[in-house]
């Protein structure tokens, strides 16, 4: 079972807007934020369903540069207008199309998923597994 998802985004306050806004519909939030000082690596803020954060972006500037690189994360969603809200809700901070919320049925038969690429590129798509 994975606990939390870490990754590097180039501007943080973007993609603190970005992801605020976009997995909101999910019932995620930004639960906390700390500075590099604490860190290490750099800024950091943490989304999730309180108390527990589980996706981590770090802004870590030109350092991000490097480090910036192919990904995908899925987040659940309870039910399937939870997807397509999480669609609106993404495009309209911002992201990019990468697949319509509907049917996946080559991956199982109730696999109903949407897709976004964020502002450093990244696949990020809601999941519900549910039935209708």
Known sequence: MIDHVTF??????????????????????????????TTGVGDVCGFGIAPKADLWIVGAGSVAQDRVGPMHVAITATARSAVDAFYRAALAAGGRDNGPPGLRP???????????????????????????
């Open 8 to 37: 590097f985004v180039r501007d943080l306050p973007r993609s603190r807007a970005f992801y605020g806004a976009a997995l909101a519909p999910l019932g995620y939030a930004p639960l906390y934020q700390f500075p590099g000082e």
């Open 106 to 132: 080559h991956y199982h038969p109730t696999y109903y998923g949407a897709f976004v690429l964020d502002p450093d590129g990244y696949n990020i798509e809601a999941v519900c597994h549910a039935p209708a």
